[in-house]
């Protein structure tokens, strides 16, 4: 059985690495340059306890997808019942450009 951070959307990780995922993604890209513009991001973490279900864990990030839409923000879920094999727990790293209305 999938565990509910399994179902929802970015790049899974131990919660130890987001904040080193968080700083690289400004880095130089392929062209070497670092980008000229920047969007201004705010981090919104979601954590998700034992008794969220996968339907309410969905809704729960769809919401903050709204509400990314209109102030950018990088998700980073949190789930508690989901543990690495060494025991640490995972987190999963959302992050989408939206332009315009």
């Not at 309410?56 to 989901?82: D, K, N, T």
């Amino acid at each position: 059985m999938k565990a509910i951070i399994d179902e929802l959307p970015g790049i899974a990780m131990p919660v130890a690495e987001v904040s080193r995922r968080l700083t690289t993604m400004w880095e130089a890209g392929a062209s070497g340059s670092p980008s000229e513009f920047r969007a201004s991001q705010m981090n919104v973490v979601l954590h998700l306890g034992p008794e969220v279900t996968a339907s309410e864990a969905l809704g729960r990030f769809h919401a903050l997808i709204h509400f990314a839409q209109r102030y950018p923000s990088r998700i980073i879920v949190l789930c508690p019942g989901s543990l690495q094999p060494d025991g640490a727990m995972r987190a999963k790293l959302f992050s989408q450009c939206y332009i315009g209305d």
